[in-house]
Nanobody, 127 residues
Framework: VQLQASGGGWVQVGDSLRVSCAVS????????MGWFRQAPGKEREWVGG????????SYADSVKGRFTISSDDVKSALYLQMNSLKPEDTAVYYC?????????????????????WGQGTLVTVSS
């Protein structure tokens, strides 16, 4: 299984940017995917996630209403559409996947709850 994030870059305040996560390998046993970010000197934080069986996403309060997570029909790619970007959104963005364990539609927000990680893509928002 491989996850590869791409699409980061340098943007200005208020701009939009979409980052992508290419997925290869078996995904039929995955429960959910998520986006995390890590700013310099800070801990990795959950941005949002999507439960694959119901194709429904949830978001951190800091990005709610500005960011949207989606996936393609065959779960070969995960996207993070970021609008109205702010300087505090500057971070390395990571995609991650969690294997299915039992049943339940729960959003997992801690890094240690995820099994696979992409390498990250840097988003810089300049004021």
């Amino acid at each position: 299984v491989q996850l590869q994030a791409s699409g980061g870059g340098w943007v200005q305040v208020g701009d939009s940017l979409r980052v992508s996560c290419a997925v290869s390998g078996r995904t039929s046993n995955w429960h959910s995917m998520g986006w995390f970010r890590q700013a310099p000197g800070k801990e990795r934080e959950w941005v949002g996630g999507i439960i694959l069986s119901i194709d429904t996403a949830s978001y951190a309060d800091s990005v709610k209403g500005r960011f949207t997570i989606s996936s393609d029909d065959v779960k070969s790619a995960l996207y993070l559409q970021m609008n109205s970007l702010k300087p505090e959104d500057t971070a390395v963005y990571y995609c991650a996947a969690r294997l299915r364990r039992g049943y339940g539609d729960i959003y997992y927000s801690r890094p240690q709850e995820y099994d696979y990680w992409g390498q990250g893509t840097l988003v810089t928002v300049s004021s």
